[in-house]
């Protein structure tokens, strides 16, 4: 109901209501609204909606951070994406392509070419398989003083053709 751009305020509150409700909400609920919240570019307040990982039912799982990490890559704030990849350590977990492209994106726009660098070579230390996404984000870094050299050859030790 909430999950279009136009309604991130409402969806804001649904962890709020549903307590009202003498509701406990879990981490779909507080996922959903965060997702909301990023397609409506308002990725202060997603960040915010983070479930606490002192409450089982909260506690966040891939999907919740990669809705958190498509927040900042939609909104293009690099700033926040590497804190949020550590929590994600943090928490026992382990990003996913969808993660790191959402990163990939927030660095595109950024003079951060070097962390874009480091980023796309943990990818492909991981061993995840990059899609057209992913190679999309990284190549938008080399518009920022990323060299194209370098993303070439990390796509190609990725396995993947430019």
Request: proline residues 4%; hydrophobic residues 45%.
């Amino acid at each position: 109901v909430c999950g279009n751009a136009a309604q991130w305020q409402a969806a804001l509150q649904l962890p709020t209501v549903a307590t009202e409700m003498n509701l406990m909400p879990d981490v779909i609920t507080c996922t959903t609204a965060l997702a909301a919240c990023g397609r409506g570019l308002a990725w202060s307040h997603a960040l915010a909606l983070l479930p606490n990982t002192d409450q089982a039912k909260r506690r966040p799982n891939t999907i919740t951070y990669n809705s958190a990490l498509g927040a900042c890559g939609k909104a293009l704030t690099w700033h926040v994406v590497l804190p949020i990849l550590d929590s994600l350590r943090q928490d026992s977990l382990r990003a996913d392509v969808i993660g790191y492209t959402s990163a990939l994106e927030a660095l595109a726009c950024s003079a951060e070419w070097q962390t874009g660098c480091w980023l796309l070579s943990t990818v492909c230390q991981y061993g995840l398989r990059l899609d057209v996404t992913m190679k999309t984000a990284a190549m938008g870094n080399c518009d920022f003083g990323f060299p194209w050299q370098g993303t070439l050859h990390l796509l190609g030790a990725a396995g993947i053709e430019a």
